[in-house]
């Protein structure tokens, strides 16, 4: 007789918080009327608002319910010259000669600034862009006035960086800065080229030009020489005119890769100095002797993260095979205890998409990801009915050469694939042409350092994830770009050092 | 072909070993030029060769016309080599570089003859080959050194230990300077190694001869296949490929060639390859040599890691 066998009955240590029901939070929405949008802004040049000689405007909408925000002008080629001119005039005429402690003290009193009108940044930001006012609060804000404050102090300090070196300001940089961390990219960009001696025109990203331009209002009322820094707004031909402009010295550029290498294409048989802070796929890794709990935490700041549109978001997690199922069950709990929605409300862990490209981009990635045989899951959270939203989502089952394993997606998406040695795990992160960042999750020093050394990227984040400082370089290898910003080595792209 | 000397000795050996008066000739030993891949002095896979000639119009050697297929196979054994050569420990690279300096010392003689024969006068040839091995001398005691100088540690606001260090940036691709053919070649091989990159080599496309022999050098100073590989050919055939290759990390030039320097940039695109041009140094000079160099070819890795406690967190242990 066949003995039939009874089917075990799957047992579950774990009880579920049911966020859903038992748990939810009162609306706590930071108020709009703290901050103040003109509705049409014209492009800064040489220290007064311009009107575009192109004529034209654009509108910038608030990306959580497609509402008109402002409208800003478009700067065609004639615009980038008069910025360009205005620039170089500010050089030679006011910005050159300068004692450095002077021009540090101009950039300490913009830090200061930005620090006074923190609230008001923050709340532009969240609008423009959609991220959580939490993040703009707490990161993007006092993160971009640090960024003055740190480099302010260089200004006067550069012959102690370089060993044997005279340091110069090159003249002339020309900055291009993307949309997911707008105010604190523009920081990145102004804070080291001014200190360092430089003057700047600077193009903010088509769909989040609001706190760049509030940023040109505090340089106005700091009372920075005319021309030192120049403020302009455009899309892709904007950005253009800038690279190509000839009196040009240094291209400084954040974005992704295939408008890195267009750069690097154009600058060819000039002398201009190039940085490019590129696209990324980080690895994160979680070995089994990891504090499970903090890993998953840290796997969730690394990719949910503002939306995570972040270059150095940890958008491959490698888990070791012994704990993978129990960290992908607390990755799916922890997805669904994500808040997403109002990007104003304080509560909010995961505002909305920046734009309705970027959303496409996502979902023809979350197509692609189900097509090549991985398997999704999503948060079950409801959806605003306007604007741009995607939720939290996972995929498990990735192989290596799926495009969501190799790609940059630039959304709230974590792909999901396992190992089970040292070596194994090495060999699949490294396995990308991205360099930008990584990260460990492991109890064991000498593993730690095993993984931070022979992890082929700039930034390496073990035990932790997604943390920045003004004092501390960021950039990648391979084809992440090169050179690097903040801290020391953040000073060198702006300067040629002479015998 | 090279110079043939007539050993006009008057003592020869007869063929039971006993010294003989005789009035024979010695014919010389002419040396085959050969490239150098993974270790091994293999001919360019493709056969062909080409005959350098000096002022004098003398003909220098039948000197390998390298291919692309060369040039494949070396980045193949420069990748292979990374990973080793960087691991090493530092002070072992200095040891090495300091190894090439002496095996370099003992054959002064056939460098100096080879520059000679290359159009140097005695005196510039003594002074370049003397240079060439003060330089490896001063690469060898940055190689456990230049860390420290670029490094930093970070003092973030946050409850972090961070720290960043330079890395070699990978496989570094050199078209070596068409003059200066020895002084310039180790100018420019020195510092990419020294900081832990493996590199293929493009020698002077006139002056080859010390960049093979030099290759010989390397071979006997315990630097592992592999490390550096040296091709010899021509600029005009290679220099796209070695600005192109996928598995090229970086790529030094050495040439004011504005046309070239152009397309070199434009092709270093497609993996956004580190592209260096040493078109102003003058390797004879201080400025030839600096740590700078070989901070051309590094990236700076920077690495964060939670401290528990810190800035009045509270209670704790």
Known sequence: MPVTKKKPVKKSNTIKLK????????????????????????????????????????????????????????ANTADVDKAVKAARNAYE?????????????YVFRIARMVQEKARELAIIETLDGGKPIRESRDFDVPTAANHFFYYAGWADKLEYAFPNRKAEALGVAGQIIPWNFPLLMAAWKIAPA?????????????????????????????????????????????GAAIVNHPDINKIAFTGSTDVGKIIQRAVAGTHKKVTLELGGKAANIIFEDAPIDQAVEGVINGIYFNQGHVCCAGSRLYVQESVAKQVIRKLKDRIESLIVGDPLDKNTDIGAINSRSQLETIQKYLKIGKQEGAEMYESSCPLPKKGFWCRPTLFTNVAQSNRIAQEEIFGPVLSILTFRTDDEVIEKANNSPYGLSAGVWTDKGSKIFNMTRRMRAGVIWANTFNKFDPSSPFGGYKESGFGREGGLHGLLPYLSLKV | MGKTIINKSSLSISENGLEKKTSSKRLEVLKTYKIYIGGQFPRTESGRYYIPVNAAGKKLANV???SRKD?????VSARGAFSGWSGRAAFNRGQILYRMAEMLEGRKAQFIDELIQQDATKAKAEKEVNLAIDRLIYYAGWCDKFQQLFSSVN????????????????????????????????????????????????????KPLCAVTFAEVLNSSDLPGGVVNMLTGKPSEL????????????????????????????????????????????????????????????????????????AGAGGGY
């Not at chain 2, 040039?71 to 980045?75: E, H």
């Open chain 2, 71 to 75: 040039f494949r196979d070396a980045v």
């Open chain 1, 93 to 105: 005429k006011y910005w050159k000669k300068m004692p450095a402690r002077e021009r540090a003290k």
């Open chain 1, 194 to 238: 001014i200190s360092t001696g430089n003057t700047v025109v600077l193009k903010t990203a088509e769909t989040t030009p609001l706190t760049a331009l509030k940023l040109a209002e505090i340089i106005e009322e700091a009372d920075l020489p005319p021309g030192v820094v120049n403020i302009i707004t455009g899309a892709g031909e904007t």
């Open chain 2, 239 to 310: 220099v796209s490929w070695f600005v192109d290759h996928m598995d090229v990390n970086a790529t030094i030039y050495c040439e004011k060639d504005s046309i070239t320097q152009k397309m070199m940039r434009e092709k270093s695109a497609l993996n956004l390859k580190r592209l260096t041009f040493y078109d102003k140094v003058n390797w004879y000079s201080e400025e030839g040599q600096s740590p700078y160099f070989i901070m051309d070819t590094q990236e700076i890795k920077t690495t964060w890691h939670p401290v528990e406690n810190i």
């Open chain 1, 19 to 74: 966020f859903d029901t038992s748990w939810s939070y009162d609306p706590a929405p930071e108020s709009k009327s703290a901050a103040t949008i003109k509705p049409q802004y014209d492009l800064f040049i040489n220290g007064e608002w311009q009107k575009p000689l192109s004529n034209k405007y654009f509108a910038t909408i608030n990306p959580a319910n497609e509402e008109k925000l402002s409208e800003v002008a478009e």
């Open chain 2, 155 to 206: 003092p973030v606001a946050t409850s972090h230990f961070n720290f960043s260090v330079p890395e070699p940036t990978g496989v570094v691709s050199i078209i070596a300077p068409q003059d200066d053919s020895l002084l310039g070649l180790v100018s420019v091989i020195a510092p990419v190694i020294a900081g832990g990159n493996t590199c293929v080599v493009l020698a002077s496309e006139t």
């Open chain 2, 64 to 66: 390998c016309l390298s």
